[in-house]
């Protein structure tokens, strides 16, 4: 069972454009939601957290939207440059973390 | 800070064998999870050490197995290999444990034929 459903599995965006990934969760007792960035050859890299109580966070061009209500998060790439080319993964995490299943963004020049 | 470390990068057994793989966390860390990854699967959680003792275990069988050292450092064992044990197998240490911030280190490719 998905712990953490994400959406879409792949997505192509102009440079320049926002890039939208999205994530729904189930359990209620999730507390913290990261975003990864991972690429090819690489480790996950941590870009961006949110907890439950807040329901917006920004660091530069990368936006978390949290929707405790809907169990729904999505990261926002404003903005967006080739160099943002990458796997996002979003997890959900309690007493252990839970991934999504990626989204392999290509942002074209 | 150095980052997590882990050894080897790549590694290629035979079905039957066992393999050991070893992560050293970010200096001062005191949790690592242990992850492994898969184009089918995803990201998917094998377990957690704090200070030694493991606090959590995911759906993995028995053949999965770890554990962690006094200076934090930990090692991940897998008896008995299947085909379907190939992937990057990443470890990821936070300074707690519980819903933190975790840092994966570059992981250890296994391929199994």
Not at chain 1, 55 to 74: D, H, L, M, V, Y
Not at chain 2, 8 to 13: A, E, F, G, T
Not at chain 2, 46 to 62: D, M
Not at chain 2, 89 to 106: K, N, V
Request: aromatic share 14%; glycine share 10%.
């Amino acid at each position: 069972q998905q712990q953490v459903k994400q959406s879409p599995q792949s997505l192509i965006v102009q440079k320049g454009g926002i890039s939208i990934i999205n994530c729904a969760y189930e359990n209620t007792a999730f507390d913290y939601f990261p975003w990864y960035q991972q690429f090819p050859g690489k480790g996950p890299a941590l870009l961006i957290a949110i907890r439950p109580d807040v329901s917006e966070k920004k660091e530069g061009r990368f936006t978390i939207s949290f929707n405790k209500s809907a169990k729904q998060f999505s990261l926002h790439i404003m903005d967006s440059q080739p160099g943002d080319s990458a796997t996002y993964f979003c997890a959900a995490t309690g007493n252990q973390f839970y991934f999504g299943t990626g989204t392999s963004l290509t942002v074209i020049p | 800070k150095a980052g997590v470390t882990q050894t080897p990068r790549y590694l290629i057994k035979t079905r039957g064998q066992q393999v050991t793989l070893s992560c050293s966390p970010i200096s001062g860390h005191r949790s690592v999870s242990w992850y492994q990854q898969t184009p089918g699967q995803g990201l998917q959680f094998l377990f957690e050490y704090f200070s030694e003792t493991q606090r959590n275990k995911g759906n993995f069988p028995g053949r999965f197995s770890g554990r962690q050292f006094s200076n934090s450092r930990s090692e991940m064992n897998v008896s008995t290999l299947e085909l379907g044990d190939s992937a990057l197998y990443l470890c990821a240490s936070s300074d707690r444990t519980g819903p933190y911030e975790q840092y994966f280190g570059p992981g250890t490719r296994l391929t199994v034929t």
